[in-house]
Structures are given as structure tokens and as C-alpha cells.
């Protein structure tokens, strides 16, 4: 965990933090302008985005080596909310998302942001790059040849070298051949030069609940990807960030940006990488990034008003195409098919429904899933063939019983055995039984009973007997025949067929 001063700088430090401020720069131009312009704020508020983030979120946030800006998870919903409320509205919610994200760090709810299950996370990532991919669509349609060069560039250019950023070799490649060689289609037009103005956003009372809501989920979902993006830096520079430092950084940087007309942004999982590669440890690498951007946006935004909005689409366009996982996905998939399910079905809702409830369904999904797991290690399953009407299922509790594993076996009964007339729990490899494992027994009886089911105990030990009298989960006549091994019971099962 980091507890030096920015001040306290140690100068072997600068040469690479110059050289990963100023790559970095170089990497998050070309993004900044496309994700600025397709949010709908426009590419200024792309660049200031990336300038005050830049400075304000690694100043003051946990991840020294951390870069952050724009990015597209984030502008994806900021395309949704324009979309849906106008740009009034958006500006208030990323207010509030960059006042929520100083909140949550000053509580230390920051730890509990990583108990998202990872399959969840790739899921969501996929389904934030085939979003953005579709997003790009209309951008694409001014000038289809031109945006299918850009791609191919943004795709094939880090085989021939990785020294040179693909996003800048595809800005340039694309804008030459939109302006000289092809039909370009629309361009991205004036930039407004000068330093961005203060401005408080405006709370439209008929949208109150709606900015509150979206600014509370631009919070959940930045916190989400800085903090995953903090994780990356830790194992590329065997550092610790500091997870509620980090949010309250990105709070104060997010506030700012927003208050002088800016996108909020995130740590940036690409430019930190990069910074880290060519150098950069500390917080200056990043406060450079930004610095620089800012002179690059002062003067030269003239000629980022020629380049072809079909180019920005096309980086974006490559950009998600890249953002998918596929790797991970396959082995998510081929480790566990659970785990493949949750991906998917994450990807999808992500697409298709909302992010929020992508995220929480996923999460609820393993949740559901991690209890059918529990209870396949808890409760093994025998094969039993016994005469009579009655369907019969036999099965044994390996390992001592508590309230968690019993929710976890109540759900695999349920499901299993819903087919069953009579369910057997063999309890002869249980080691030992409290007052907890004997009402978790006394839950799972009531449920299945619920169902229309019975259930009968066996190989019940003395003392756990007598417990579970006394609790009165089974009477002294259910004893006599709970204490008999599994293989009595079910003889006694089988001569009482028509009884029971």
C-alpha cells in the first residue's frame, strides 16, 4: 500500500515517467476525440476528459501508475443517456456519479467492489465491446471504405510494430485517405478553442429521479473498471493500490470534468498498460498525460475538426473488437460450463437489456450456481432400486453440516429429487452435529415436506440423535429407524412401501 507523498519523488523515476506520460498522450488522442464525439458531447469534451481526469484521478487517487480518461465501458451509457434525456440531463448524472464515487471511497466501500465473480466481468466486457461495435454503426455508414481501413489498421498494425500506437497510425491512415484518396463523408467539425468554462449542470425536476438513478450506476460502473484496471497496474508494477483512495480520486477528477463541461472518465486499462511499459511508476507519468493532451488540444484542435468522423468510428470499431475477451472466454467456457453460462447470458443482457441488470443478474447467477456447487461437494448421490409404487432417492452428507451448506443441499434436493416421493439423507459420514446442523436438517424436511415429499434420516449417531429430538425435528418413533444404517432403512422402506 502506498504511503509516500507525491512530493517525496525519487528522480530515477523521471526519465520513464516522461516517456510513459508522453506515449500515453500520444495513445489517448485519437480515443478522447472518438469517445467524446460519440457520447454526444463532443470531441472537446472527449480531450478535457482525458486532461482533467488525467490530472485530477491520479493526483489524488490510489494507483500511482494508473492512467485514466474516457473510456468505453463508461461511454456507452453515456451514449444511452443522451440518447434517452439530452445532454442537460447527462452532465447532471455524471455530477452526481463523480459526488457518489467520493462518497463510497470516504465510507471504504472500495473492497467490496471486487466481489463481482469474474465471469461476470468478461461477460460485461464483451457485451460493452459488441455495444460500442454497434454504436459505431452510423459513424461507419458516412464512409464505409475509409472506416474499413481504419480498422485494419487498428487490427493488423501491432504485427508490424508495437512502438508506434495503433489508434494514432490508424487517426492518421484514415484521415489521409478520408481527406485525399476516398470520399470521407462527414468530418467532426469546429472544435471550440480555449480552456473549457465552468458550468453547473442543471436539475430538471420532471428528471430528478432518472439523473439521480443514471448517476448512481456511472458511479458503480466507474468504480468497477478503475478498480479492475488498479489490478492490472498492481501485477504489471508488484505494487498495492490503495482501492477507496482510488475512488475518491476518481470522484474529485469526474466532478471536475463535469463542472467544466467534460466526459468523466475511468483508469484506463490500455493507456495504464502502456504507461507502465514504457516507464511510468509514478503519479506524474500520468499528470504528463495529461498535461500534454492539454497542449496538443490547444493548439492543434484545428486540425482534429478534418478528420472524418468514419475514422473515429473505425477506431472505436477496432477498439471493441479487441475489447472482447475471447481468450478468456474460451476458458471460462472449457473449465466450467457454469461459468460459461454466466458469461453469456451476461454478454446478452448487456447487449440487449441494461448494464445495471447485467451485472446483477450475473452476479445472482453465480451466486445461484456456487450453491448448486456447494451442495454437489456436500451431497453425493446413490443409485438404489427398491420395489413398490413410490419413487425413492438415496443420498449421503459428506462432511459436517452447517447453515450455508445446508441451503446449498436443501436447493440440490429440490432440484434433483423433484421427481421423488420419499428422499433418504444418509447422515453416517457426518462427523459431527450442533444445534445449527440439526435446524439446517429440520429447513430442508420442512421444504421438501413443502413440496409433498418425506424425508428419512439414516445412520443418525447417538448424540446427534438425541439433538435432533430435542429440537424436535424428528420424533422418538423416526428415531428408531433414523439411528438403522442406510441399508436397513431402505429395507424397512421397501417392506412398508404401501404404508409410507
Same mark, same amino acid.
Given at each position: 500500500?502506498?504511503?509516500?507523498?507525491?512530493?517525496?519523488?525519487?528522480?530515477?523515476?523521471?526519465?520513464?515517467?516522461?516517456?510513459?506520460?508522453?506515449?500515453?498522450?500520444?495513445?489517448?488522442?485519437?480515443?478522447?476525440?472518438?469517445?467524446?464525439?460519440?457520447?454526444?458531447?463532443?470531441? #472537446?469534451?472527449?480531450?478535457?476528459?482525458?486532461?482533467?481526469?488525467?490530472?485530477?484521478?491520479?493526483?489524488?487517487?490510489?494507483?500511482?501508475?494508473?492512467?485514466?480518461?474516457?473510456?468505453?465501458?463508461?461511454?456507452?451509457?453515456?451514449?444511452?443517456?443522451?440518447?434517452?434525456?439530452?445532454?442537460?440531463?447527462?452532465?447532471?448524472?455524471?455530477?452526481?456519479?463523480?459526488?457518489?464515487?467520493?462518497?463510497?471511497?470516504?465510507?471504504?466501500?472500495?473492497?467490496?467492489?471486487? /466481489?463481482?465473480?469474474?465471469?461476470?466481468?468478461?461477460?460485461?466486457?464483451?457485451?460493452?465491446?459488441?455495444?460500442?461495435?454497434?454504436?459505431?454503426?452510423?459513424?461507419?455508414?458516412?464512409?464505409?471504405?475509409?472506416?474499413?481501413?481504419?480498422?485494419?489498421?487498428?487490427? /493488423?498494425?501491432?504485427?508490424?510494430?508495437?512502438?508506434?500506437?495503433?489508434?494514432?497510425?490508424?487517426?492518421?491512415?484514415?484521415?489521409?485517405?478520408?481527406?485525399?484518396?476516398?470520399?470521407?463523408?462527414?468530418?467532426?467539425?469546429?472544435?471550440?478553442?480555449?480552456?473549457?468554462?465552468?458550468?453547473?449542470?442543471?436539475?430538471?425536476?420532471?428528471?430528478?429521479?432518472?439523473?439521480?438513478?443514471?448517476?448512481?450506476?456511472?458511479?458503480?460502473?466507474?468504480?468497477?473498471?478503475?478498480?479492475?484496471?488498479?489490478?492490472?497496474?498492481?501485477?504489471?508494477?508488484?505494487?498495492?493500490?490503495?482501492?477507496?483512495?482510488?475512488?475518491?480520486?476518481?470522484?474529485?477528477?469526474?466532478?471536475?470534468?463535469?463542472?467544466?463541461?467534460?466526459?468523466?472518465?475511468?483508469?484506463?486499462?490500455?493507456?495504464?498498460?502502456?504507461?507502465?511499459?514504457?516507464?511510468?511508476?509514478?503519479?506524474?507519468?500520468?499528470?504528463?498525460?495529461?498535461?500534454?493532451?492539454?497542449?496538443?488540444? /490547444?493548439?492543434?484542435?484545428?486540425?482534429?475538426?478534418?478528420?472524418?468522423?468514419?475514422?473515429?468510428?473505425?477506431?472505436?470499431?477496432?477498439?471493441?473488437?479487441?475489447?472482447?475477451?475471447?481468450?478468456?472466454?474460451?476458458?471460462?467456457?472449457?473449465?466450467?460450463?457454469?461459468?460459461?453460462?454466466?458469461?453469456?447470458?451476461?454478454?446478452?443482457?448487456?447487449?440487449?437489456?441494461?448494464?445495471?441488470?447485467?451485472?446483477?443478474?450475473?452476479?445472482?447467477?453465480?451466486?445461484?450456481?456456487?450453491?448448486?456447487?456447494?451442495?454437489?461437494?456436500?451431497?453425493?448421490?446413490?443409485?438404489?432400486?427398491?420395489?413398490?409404487? #413410490?419413487?425413492?432417492?438415496?443420498?449421503?452428507?459428506?462432511?459436517? /453440516?452447517?447453515?450455508?451448506?445446508?441451503?446449498?443441499?436443501?436447493?440440490?434436493?429440490?432440484?434433483?429429487?423433484?421427481?421423488?416421493?420419499?428422499?433418504?439423507?444418509?447422515?453416517?459420514?457426518?462427523?459431527?452435529?450442533?444445534?445449527?446442523?440439526?435446524?439446517?436438517?429440520?429447513?430442508?424436511?420442512?421444504?421438501?415436506?413443502?413440496?409433498?415429499?418425506?424425508?428419512?434420516?439414516?445412520?443418525?449417531?447417538?448424540?446427534?440423535?438425541?439433538?435432533?429430538? #430435542?429440537?424436535?425435528?424428528?420424533?422418538?418413533?423416526?428415531?428408531?429407524?433414523?439411528?438403522?444404517?442406510? #441399508?436397513?432403512?431402505?429395507?424397512?422402506?421397501?417392506?412398508?412401501?404401501?404404508?409410507?
Amino acid at each position: 500500500m502506498e504511503t509516500k507523498s507525491f512530493f517525496s519523488y525519487d528522480i530515477k523515476n523521471l526519465k520513464g515517467d516522461i516517456m510513459g506520460g508522453f506515449t500515453t498522450a500520444i495513445v489517448a488522442l485519437p480515443l478522447a476525440l472518438a469517445l467524446g464525439v460519440a457520447s454526444g458531447a463532443g470531441a #472537446k469534451a472527449g480531450l478535457y476528459s482525458a486532461i482533467i481526469t488525467g490530472i485530477l484521478s491520479t493526483l489524488f487517487g490510489g494507483t500511482p501508475a494508473q492512467v485514466n480518461g474516457p473510456t468505453g465501458a463508461m461511454t456507452v451509457v453515456l451514449i444511452e443517456l443522451y440518447e434517452k434525456f439530452g445532454a442537460e440531463a447527462l452532465f447532471a448524472a455524471m455530477l452526481v456519479a463523480g459526488v457518489t464515487q467520493i462518497l463510497i471511497g470516504g465510507l471504504k466501500l472500495g473492497k467490496y467492489i471486487h /466481489l463481482i465473480p469474474q465471469p461476470v466481468i468478461v461477460g460485461f466486457t464483451n457485451g460493452i465491446g459488441f455495444l460500442i461495435f454497434l454504436k459505431m454503426i452510423p459513424y461507419f455508414e458516412t464512409g464505409p471504405v475509409v472506416a474499413l481501413i481504419t480498422i485494419a489498421v487498428m487490427l /493488423l498494425f501491432p504485427f508490424i510494430t508495437k512502438k508506434v500506437p495503433a489508434s494514432l497510425m490508424a487517426l492518421i491512415v484514415g484521415t489521409v485517405a478520408g481527406t485525399y484518396l476516398l470520399p470521407g463523408g462527414e468530418l467532426v467539425g469546429a472544435i471550440p478553442s480555449g480552456l473549457p468554462q465552468f458550468t453547473l449542470p442543471s436539475f430538471p425536476a420532471n428528471q430528478l429521479v432518472d439523473i439521480i438513478q443514471s448517476g448512481i450506476i456511472l458511479a458503480m460502473l466507474g468504480c468497477i473498471e478503475s478498480l479492475l484496471a488498479a489490478l492490472v497496474v498492481d501485477e504489471m508494477t508488484k505494487t498495492k493500490h490503495h482501492s477507496n483512495k482510488e475512488l475518491i480520486g476518481q470522484g474529485i477528477g469526474n466532478t471536475v470534468a463535469t463542472l467544466f463541461g467534460a466526459l468523466i472518465g475511468t483508469g484506463a486499462i490500455v493507456r495504464s498498460a502502456v504507461n507502465v511499459n514504457a516507464g511510468g511508476r509514478t503519479r506524474l507519468s500520468g499528470i504528463l498525460h495529461g498535461i500534454i493532451l492539454l497542449v496538443i488540444t /490547444l493548439k492543434f484542435a484545428p486540425l482534429a475538426s478534418q478528420i472524418p468522423l468514419a475514422v473515429l468510428g473505425g477506431i472505436l470499431m477496432g477498439t471493441a473488437i479487441k475489447m472482447v475477451e475471447y481468450s478468456a472466454t474460451r476458458k471460462f467456457t472449457y473449465a466450467s460450463k457454469r461459468a460459461g453460462s454466466v458469461i453469456i447470458i451476461t454478454t446478452l443482457l448487456t447487449v440487449f437489456s441494461d448494464l445495471v441488470i447485467a451485472v446483477a443478474a450475473g452476479t445472482l447467477l453465480s451466486m445461484f450456481l456456487f450453491v448448486l456447487s456447494m451442495g454437489e461437494v456436500y451431497l453425493k448421490q446413490y443409485p438404489i432400486s427398491i420395489k413398490g409404487g #413410490k419413487k425413492v432417492a438415496s443420498y449421503t452428507v459428506e462432511g459436517p /453440516l452447517f447453515f450455508g451448506v445446508s441451503n446449498a443441499i436443501a436447493s440440490k434436493l429440490e432440484i434433483e429429487s423433484e421427481d421423488a416421493d420419499i428422499i433418504v439423507l444418509n447422515l453416517m459420514n457426518m462427523p459431527v452435529m450442533d444445534s445449527t446442523g440439526a435446524i439446517a436438517i429440520k429447513s430442508i424436511k420442512q421444504l421438501l415436506e413443502g413440496n409433498g415429499q418425506t424425508l428419512i434420516l439414516a445412520g443418525v449417531k447417538e448424540q446427534a440423535g438425541k439433538l435432533l429430538t #430435542k429440537l424436535e425435528v424428528i420424533s422418538d418413533e423416526d428415531l428408531q429407524i433414523s439411528s438403522m444404517r442406510i #441399508k436397513d432403512v431402505l429395507s424397512h422402506i421397501e417392506m412398508n412401501m404401501v404404508n409410507v
